[in-house]
């Protein structure tokens, strides 16, 4: 599996973004994780490429959403109301089973794509 994470930048406060992960290969789920400086990876969202299934943490629901294209082979972080605290780098993953909220379910990870959240 094949995984290019894309679309991250430098947004102010209240800004948008959308990520994007484009995905090659056999898989069945596709996770979005992050990291910022000094601190532990954190899932963010995932969905599953079968059912289409999508869940996004509980912290960042309403501002945050997971989808995926049509062939289910790009799946898109839509990012709102972002906050300094959003800035981190963001990776993609990819996993053989359903969506999980654990790193070490994902096989395949992207090079991550930075994103930073300031005026």
């Known amino acids: 599996v094949q995984l290019q994470a894309s679309g991250g930048g430098l947004v102010p406060p209240g800004g948008s973004l959308r990520l994007a992960c484009a995905a090659s290969g056999n898989y069945y789920s596709i996770g979005w994780f992050r990291q910022a400086p000094g601190k532990e990876r954190e899932w963010v969202s995932c969905?599953?490429?079968?059912?289409?299934?999508?869940y996004v943490t509980d912290s960042l629901k309403g501002r945050f959403t997971i989808s995926r294209d049509n062939a289910g082979n790009t799946v898109f972080l839509q990012m709102n109301s972002l906050r300094p605290d959003d800035t981190a780098v963001y990776y993609c993953a990819s996993s053989g089973s359903w969506c999980s909220t654990y790193a070490r379910e994902y096989n395949y990870w992207g090079q991550g794509t930075q994103v930073t959240v300031s005026s």
């Open positions: 969905i599953n490429r079968g059912d289409g299934g999508a």
